[in-house]
């Protein structure tokens, strides 16, 4: 039997942390610094536990669970703690749904990423209705206490009857599908780890990242001169299968944009720390939940500057910061900022 612990009332207790640091317990977790234990190490903290589980490593079968905040990579942990099991039987499809959650990597024409998604399709419509959308909390240490309480008895059936709960992820499942129908063209840019997407419309991030494995950057091309440049969450931790660029701050980018944009509206980008930092024209700064949410959610302002100067705006810029950095693992925040010093 299991028990989840509130992280903030670990205290000095014994505890396995998933899918985040803490300075004296195990830690099954991505996060920098964290994925470390090579037999273990894995891309997302859900597959760490999974591999935790198969090779019976100690700390497994630790009575006490905690985690930071609730997704569906750390709940994927989490649960495979309370339910190893059922855990181990679908191991490839909660690796994937781990993948799906974090990275937003839905492979297209592959029945374990086709069930994967339909489960995470199903926990995103029912987190938003039953609680709030992920990163509207104010204090989610405490409050996402009640959504693991929720959902690990309640997954357990879901897993193993996923078709029974079609009403709750058909509406979004079907939107990811249509999404990766209404992409116009893909291209990828591999010395600067970017795929540039151009789309008919503004989609779901689940269609809009599907095949963008192995590239860090995405720069998302829609009509009427609307963009956006972002950096996905696999610069954010410590990636085990590959080596990537290091994240660049793209504030200077921004500076650059703004010299040239005529209309009303702004360039700004988040911090390089920020767990996916959007590069976008906006007319006022978009809350955390709002960026999060998925690009068809928010609105996508029209930009003076075309298409074609826009890319070789981005494009350019990045050859040029990058230029001379090899890819490696495990990118530090301090080698981040210190290279940003030395560009």
Not at 8 to 21: A, S
């Amino acid at each position: 039997m299991k028990t989840f612990v509130p992280f903030h009332k670990i205290g000095k207790q014994q505890v396995t942390i998933v899918d985040g640091l803490h300075p004296h317990n195990l830690c099954l977790s991505h996060w920098k610094g964290a994925n470390s234990i090579k037999e273990i190490a894995a891309d997302t903290s859900g597959e760490i536990v999974l591999n935790a589980l198969s090779k019976d490593y100690p700390g497994v079968h630790n009575p006490l669970v905690s985690a930071t905040h609730f997704d569906i990579d750390g709940f994927v942990g989490v649960f495979a703690l309370f339910y190893p099991e059922t855990a181990l039987q679908f191991k490839k499809e909660l690796s994937a749904m781990a993948r799906i959650g974090d990275f937003r990597e839905f492979k297209p024409q592959n029945n374990t990423h086709d069930f994967a998604l339909k489960l995470c399709c199903w926990m995103n419509k029912v987190e938003k209705d039953k609680f709030y959308r992920p990163f509207e909390s104010k204090d989610e240490i405490e409050n996402c206490v009640e959504k693991f309480e929720f959902f690990l008895p309640l997954f357990k059936e879901v897993i193993h009857n996923i078709e029974n709960y079609k009403e709750d992820w058909k509406e979004e499942y079907e939107a990811v599908l249509n999404g990766i129908r209404n992409e116009v063209s893909s291209e990828v840019y591999d010395s600067i780890g970017l795929v540039k997407k151009e789309c008919e419309k503004p989609k779901h991030y689940y269609a809009l990242f599907s095949e963008t494995q192995g590239f860090d950057m995405v720069l998302s091309i829609y009509p009427n001169n609307r963009y956006e440049v972002e950096y996905k969450y696999t610069t954010w931790i410590d990636l085990a299968s590959r080596t990537c660029l290091p994240r660049i701050d793209l504030k200077p980018l921004a500076t650059k944009l703004n010299e040239m944009e005529q209309s009303e509206y702004t360039w700004q980008v988040d911090s390089i720390s920020d767990t996916g930092p959007i590069l976008r024209l906006e007319a006022s700064k978009l809350s955390k939940a709002d960026r999060y949410a998925n690009p068809s959610e928010r609105e996508i302002y029209t930009s003076s500057i075309s298409e074609k100067v826009f890319e070789k705006t981005i494009i350019t810029h990045l050859k040029i910061e990058l230029k001379g950095v090899e890819p490696k693992k495990n990118w530090t925040w301090n080698e981040m900022r210190k290279l940003k010093e030395v560009i």
